[in-house]
């Protein structure tokens, strides 16, 4: 009896047909810098710009989309997944202060449908264009026997570079400086077990549309992350930024108190804002303290920005014209190193 590689459940044309629907998605996201096209081992990026820096400096990230791509194949919805995976990667990057350069992704299905491939590599690609950087490569996969037929995962690397003299972090933070809370678009990519296990026990329907959402939930847990990285950059070419905390898994605080540096602490005001509507429902239906709820989602804060108080209105007024909500969350003030949020939403 002969065997096949198709008999396997890889199927080589569904993937050669895949690369093809993905093209032009890849060719928006590709410049000058970008060094041939689909087809070669490796892909190829011209770094003679950053010969011009005084101490180039190349910053390097990978992530993913976690759980909530199971959310995606309920609803079959798959173009904005992609959008998620660049915005947990590149705003990384430009925690630092680097500018992110290209990225690569892979995907992996049980059952490889290159309509839906393509699908969802167009949200990498347009997440990729928010994010100014090239899609330069990337592998597409079928694990038939490891991911069921409608399985799928998702993940990316990206690298970018900052002049060590434009670094940011803790070794620029000092008391005094404030914290801008610039804010997410909702759940962004974290805590999505979590809330399949509120969906699963609390018997919410995706279809469902809740009064103070205004939508229905689906569409709700699935509106792409808000990506940061050309907002922040522009920021902190025009004004004193000290650091920015990207939000993700671990919440608020936590995140902010990687960028504190020995003897500060970060004192942020829960009164300064309020949770997106999405935030009350699940904890209301899940049951979720809120001690548990500030340590799984970003709550409403996407990004942190810490910086000079002099520049204070001038950062607010930048974020305003590009339409990033942008409010003041607190304070640096001397202390031990830990961030905490005091009063009441």
């Known amino acids: 009896m002969m065997n096949t590689y ?28 970008v060094i041939g096209g689909l087809g ?16 180039p400096l190349l910053a390097t990230s990978t992530d993913g989309v976690g759980t909530k791509v199971l959310i995606a194949s309920r609803l079959g919805i798959y173009g904005t997944v992609g ?37 969802i590599l167009s949200g990498v690609a347009e997440g990729c264009v928010q994010a100014g950087c090239a899609l330069i490569g990337g592998e597409t996969a079928e694990h038939p026997g490891h991911f069921g037929p409608d399985d799928f995962d998702l993940a990316g690397a990206a690298t970018g570079v900052v002049d060590h003299g434009d670094l940011l972090g803790p070794h620029r933070v000092r008391p005094g400086d404030v914290v801008l809370a610039l804010g997410s678009s909702g759940l962004h990519s974290n805590g999505f077990s ?8 609390a018997g919410l329907d995706l279809a469902a549309e809740f009064p103070e959402i205004g939508r229905p939930l689906g ?20 004004c004193d930024v000290h650091a920015y905390a990207h939000v993700t898994g671990g919440g608020l605080a936590a995140n902010l108190a990687r960028v504190l540096p020995e003897g500060t602490d970060a ?3 829960r009164g300064s804002w309020r949770p997106p509507a999405v935030f009350g429902l699940l904890a209301e ?13 970003n709550m409403g804060v996407g990004m942190a920005a810490v910086l000079a108080r002099a520049d204070t209105d001038r950062a607010l007024g930048m974020l305003a014209d590009s339409g990033v909500p942008a409010w003041v969350l607190g304070e640096i003030v001397p202390g031990s190193g830990t961030a905490r949020l005091v009063g009441q939403h």
């Open 6 to 33: 198709r008999d396997a459940g890889v199927d080589i044309a569904a993937g050669d047909r895949a690369v093809d629907l993905m093209r032009a998605s890849i060719a928006r996201t590709s410049g000058p810098e």
């Open 40 to 55: 070669g081992f490796a892909g190829l990026f011209d770094a003679t710009r950053l010969t011009t820096m005084r101490r």
């Open 83 to 119: 959008i998620d995976l660049v915005g947990m990667v590149v705003d990384d990057l430009v925690v630092c202060g680097a500018e992110p350069l290209f990225m690569t992704d892979y995907m992996v299905f049980g059952a490889l449908q290159p309509e839906r491939a393509a699908a």
């Open 194 to 201: 979590l809330v399949r296990q509120v969906l699963e026990r």
């Open 219 to 238: 569409a709700e847990l699935l509106t792409p992350t808000r990506i940061y990285a050309r907002d922040c950059l522009a920021l902190a070419a025009r």
């Open 267 to 269: 004192v942020l005001d």
């Open 285 to 297: 239906r899940g049951g979720v303290p809120s001690d548990e709820m500030e340590r799984v989602f």
